[in-house]
């Protein structure tokens, strides 16, 4: 499964947000079904399906092996 998280720490109310993606939306769906996060977050229209997640299902999701990436890492399109 190839699921990516970074490591940014963006604001959205009192809760500390990160960016979770996958090369498709399958491994994508699988990961937040894993870690509890609602699929209406994901972006599955994007080129490349992603979501905003708080910090704790973010470290859950490296716990279940998704690949923690720092911003200067991650590609942009």
């Known amino acids: 499964m190839a699921v990516y998280v970074d490591d940014v720490e963006h604001g959205f109310g009192n809760m500390k947000m990160c960016h979770l993606w996958a090369d498709t939306l399958e491994e994508l769906l699988a990961m937040v079904d894993r870690i509890g996060v609602q699929r209406k977050w994901i972006q599955a229209?994007?080129?490349?399906?992603?979501?905003?997640?708080?910090?704790?299902?973010?470290?859950?999701?490296?716990?279940?092996?998704?690949?923690?990436?720092?911003?200067?890492n991650t590609v942009r399109s």
Do not use: V
């Open 45 to 72: 229209t994007l080129p490349c399906p992603s979501g905003s997640i708080s910090k704790p299902p973010g470290f859950t999701s490296i716990s279940l092996r998704a690949r923690r990436l720092s911003q200067s």
